[in-house]
Structures are given as C-alpha cells and as structure tokens.
C-alpha cells in the first residue's frame, strides 16, 4: 500500500479563491455595514430560496442557533420525540430550552427516526417531533406527517445535513413545519460558521427573525424575548460567492461516493448506506458499516488502524446522544430500549470524503480497509 503523507480527514473544508472573495470585502469595508440584515444577507437568502426551491429563509449565525430559535418560534415546551443518533446539538437545543427530550429508535436502513416506533413514545405532555434527515437521508417524511396530524404535534426537521438534497425532485426542506440547516465549516455548504431555518410563510419568517434580533420588531418594540442569532454580512458575502460552486462541489462529492463504494461493495462484512430511490442526495458523508461477525474486525479496530495509517475516520454518531450526561438518566435513554441505534453505533465508520479528495486517496483507503481485513 502506498504511504499516505499527510493526513487524510474526514472532510475538509471547501473555499472559493481568495481574490474571488476581495471584491465582496472591499465592499463591506466601502458600505461599513457589518451585520443586522445588510445588503449581502438579503442577496444570501433570496439566492437561497431560488437554489434550494424554499419559500422563506432566516439566516443564523450557527445551526445550533437556529436549532433553539425555532423552537422558540413555535412555542414548544414539555416533552419532544428525537432520534439518538444524531449531532449532540440536536438535544442540547431542547435542554436548553428546559424541553424533556424523549429518544425513540432509528430504522436499520436509514439510520433515521423510525415512525413506526413514535407513537407508542407520545405522552400528554408531547408537544412536537425533532427528526434528523442523518447523512442526508430523507426521513419518512410522509408517515411521520400522518402521525404529527393525527396527534396534533409539530414537526421540526434538522436537516443541517440535507443542504440541496431532493425526494422525488422536491426539497426535503419544505416538510414539517420548521427545518433547520446549518453552514458549519465541515458541511456541504459552509459559510465558516452559520445556519438558517426554512419556514412556509411571511409571518412566521417575521416571528423568527424579531426572534433572532433580541425580539425587536423596530426601534422601541419588543415583542419577546429574543436572542442574538444573526448572520453577520461577512458570512452571507461568502455564502453569495459558496453558491456558486455548491453544485460542482456536489458533483465532485457523488464522482468520489461512487468510486468508494464501486471498490468496496466486494469486501464482506462492509455495509453501504443505500441511497434511496427517487432521491438526490448530497453525498455530505461516506458511512460504512462494518459487522464484526463477518468482517472478522471490530469498527474500533478499523478505526484505529486507519489511524495508524494517516486516514482519519470518524465514529459518526458514536456515542448515541441519549449516552452523553444529562441524557442517560432519562427513562427512554436506558440501554436495550433502542436496540437498532445501540447497534449501528457501534459499526458505523465515516469515510473522508470532500471535494479535494482524489480517487487514489479513495482508492487507497479502501486497499487500507482490504489490509486491515487481511484479504
Ligand atoms: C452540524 C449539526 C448541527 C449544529 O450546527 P452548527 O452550525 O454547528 O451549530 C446540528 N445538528 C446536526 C445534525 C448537525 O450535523
């Protein structure tokens, strides 16, 4: 195997050419308008709406931000059912706003929220559904809508890794009633840091955004109590600049998804995540799964030897959230009550994958992987 020199990450950041960029600071500097819904943060989130085929946007400075603002938004309080396996932001967004998080199970195929298991998790204090579209997968979308109607709970979507994934040619991100995004410097799309949430209407995108600027309406209203979850104009002049590679860097992601999986489709023992039918995904990450029993190593054995090797893997999601201090205590947080995610994290490997990336690193971390088994 050849040697690999420099460390090989799970991802790395994709950024325009610097000079590209110069003009739009220049013009920053010109205007000195720094953040609070400036000229670059209103170009941002209508060339968002046209690119992602959303009605309305709301910028945010984070996704955790946006994530606890949309909450706010629609009031939500008492218990909210959400996936384990999942970014820990995820469920810090519902501690932090003293909401009792209740995990329920994820489906074996999809590593999403499996709604076949949500009802029997729905008490009276139930007063909402968070669902993780994970790797980009769509949840069941349209049974977890059944079920929200039938019990009269809202939905709110993280979709913080669906940036520009379809269903059927449609945006994931116009279901539920909120979905969150983010623009952190390790997704698809980043902005360094940032975030937004997709909603429906005029007047739930006014809501969010007194929301996020302190709850001011105008110069002497507060309607609320709001926070400070604005995008600056640094952030969105990228973002302006970002679009216009996001779909080659797309393109360049599904070219590298597929050598991967081409190469490793004949090792036993090797799991891929399908891509499901009717979907255009983003290929945001490259999970493998590897069964112990089969492929004769461990996942945590695989990942250290990949270390040894220079390829830096991660555990994605490894541990489940619902193992993480305050959530363990929780009574749906005891071990055995969510089998299928207990499972999954601990076979579950991401691969690198991003745009720079080459098919012989591609190539090289899967002969890795064959060594690693030992053939
Ligand atoms: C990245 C991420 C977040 C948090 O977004 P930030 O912009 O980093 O605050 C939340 N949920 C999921 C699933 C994520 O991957």
């Given amino acids: 195997m050849k040697k690999i020199q420099n460390p090989l990450f799970v991802t790395k950041s994709f950024l325009p050419p610097l000079e590209e960029f110069e003009p739009y600071l220049q013009d920053i500097w010109a205007s000195k308008w720094l953040t609070n819904n400036g000229k670059f943060h209103q170009e941002f989130e209508a060339a968002l709406c046209q690119y992602l085929g959303v009605k309305h946007i709301c910028l945010f400075s984070n996704g955790t931000l946006a994530l606890l603002t949309a909450l706010q938004a629609l009031e939500i309080s008492g218990e909210v059912i959400t996936t384990p396996f999942s970014f820990v932001a995820t469920t810090h967004a519902l501690w932090w706003n003293n909401i009792k998080p209740v995990f329920v199970d994820i489906e074996p195929e999809t590593f999403c929220l499996d709604p ?5 998790a729905i008490s009276p204090k139930t007063t909402a559904i968070l669902p993780v579209h994970v790797y980009g997968t769509p949840c069941d979308v349209k049974r977890i809508k059944a079920i929200a109607d039938l019990h009269k709970l809202k939905v709110i979507y993280d979709a913080c890794h669906a940036f520009g994934v379809k269903r059927g040619g449609q945006t994931v991100l116009n279901f539920g009633d909120l979905s ?3 623009f952190h410097a390790t997704k698809v799309f980043n902005t360094f840091e940032g975030g937004a949430i997709v909603c429906h209407d005029k007047s739930m995108k006014k809501r969010i955004d007194f929301l996020k600027n302190f709850g001011f309406a105008n110069e002497t209203t507060v309607v609320g109590p709001g926070i400070n979850a604005k995008m600056n104009e640094f952030q969105a002049a990228l973002g302006v600049l970002q679009l216009k590679y996001v779909e080659d860097i797309i393109k360049k992601r599904k070219i590298l998804a597929c050598a991967y999986r081409e190469n490793l489709r004949t090792i036993d023992g090797i799991r891929l995540l399908q891509v499901p039918e ?12 590897v069964d112990q029993g089969i492929f004769g190593r461990s996942r945590d054995y695989v ?3 990949l270390k040894k090797h220079n390829i830096i893997s991660r555990r994605y999601f490894y541990p489940l959230i619902s193992q993480f201090p305050p959530y363990k205590e929780l009574k749906s947080a005891r071990k055995g009550l969510l089998p299928v995610a207990e499972k999954v994290s601990q076979e579950i490997l991401c691969l690198p994958l991003y745009p720079d990336l080459s098919i012989d690193e591609v190539d090289c971390v899967c002969e890795c992987i064959r060594l690693i088994k030992g053939r």
């Fill in 116 to 120: 076949m298991k949500i009802e029997a």
């Fill in 180 to 182: 969150v995004m983010s």
């Fill in 303 to 305: 990942y250290e030897k």
């Fill in 278 to 289: 009717n979907t255009e995904s983003n290929y945001g990450y490259f999970p493998i799964v």
